[in-house]
């Protein structure tokens, strides 16, 4: 499928939750009213970074199925124009955290001599990190570099089994560096003013907990958690129900409960 095919794709399915009004109802009870504060917030920042940390695999070109937290990253990104940058954390080749923070020397991540001398990579002078210098492939720094050119991040990331997923665990563990250096290595707080949020979808187990506990991850790595930034939206509250019908209702019920046709505005 060419990229103006996908592009116009994902531009209906967000066209289409924008036509459909909130109804049943959800562990978080009127959840458009969280996606609208989140809008509002966000709005009034000069530039927000949005990564998208859940996946799909589409076999059928003619039926593309998107992570229903991408969608609201995608819808956020729209309405915010330019001053949002959105990234599919999923599509980078981002290697695995090397572990150096708890090496038996001691912590070894983020010191100066694991700096990235790329100018383009790194520009702020910031990005330290081992498997960064390592894998001459990896993709962190195309995080990073708007990171830290952003006042506002907002990760977005489906529930796996009661934790956040892979792609999000994965990207959070490779910035680890970030809270190193000033917690641990007595440098400054790189991050202090950045606003951060975590919005997460899941299925029918833990989605809360999850949410609290990556806003006090990010409160350790030096970020500025705003609270009414991070919810989550969960089709069911049964943590039992695994069956069929309930994972094929989650989606329509996501897209009736996201009422994105409150906010008024053309079209895309």
Request: hydrophobic share 35%.
């Amino acid at each position: 499928m060419k990229k103006a095919e996908l592009e116009q794709i994902i531009k209906e399915e967000i066209i289409k939750i924008k036509k459909i009004m909130i109804s049943e109802g959800m562990v978080q009870e009127n959840g458009y009213k969280f996606l609208k504060k989140t809008l509002e917030i966000l709005s009034k920042k000069e530039k927000v970074l949005l990564l998208s940390c859940s996946n799909r695999f589409n076999w059928d070109d003619d039926n593309i199925d998107i992570p229903k937290s991408k969608i609201l990253g995608l819808y956020l990104k729209e309405e915010l124009g330019d001053k949002a940058t959105f990234i599919d954390v999923s599509e980078l080749r981002i290697f695995p955290c090397e572990g150096n923070v708890s090496r038996k020397e001691g912590n070894s991540c983020g010191p100066l001599k694991s700096l990235l001398k790329d100018d383009k990579k790194n520009p702020s002078g910031y990005h330290r990190c081992w498997a960064s210098l390592n894998n001459k492939t990896d993709e962190l720094w195309k995080i990073s570099k708007e990171l830290f050119e952003s006042d506002a991040v907002i990760f977005f990331s489906s529930v796996r089994w009661g934790q956040a997923n892979m792609f999000y665990q994965n990207l959070i563990e490779r910035l680890t560096w970030i809270e190193n250096r000033h917690n641990t290595l007595g440098e400054k707080n790189i991050v202090k003013g950045i606003e951060t949020g975590f919005i997460c979808v899941g299925q029918n187990w833990n989605g809360e907990d999850v949410t609290k506990t990556q806003m006090k991850v990010h409160e350790f790595y030096g970020f500025e958690p705003n609270k009414n930034l991070y919810w989550n939206w969960q089709y069911t509250k049964d943590i039992n129900d695994e069956t069929q019908r309930s994972y094929k209702s989650s989606h329509n019920k996501f897209i009736k409960n996201m009422d994105l046709g409150t906010f008024e505005k053309d079209e895309l």
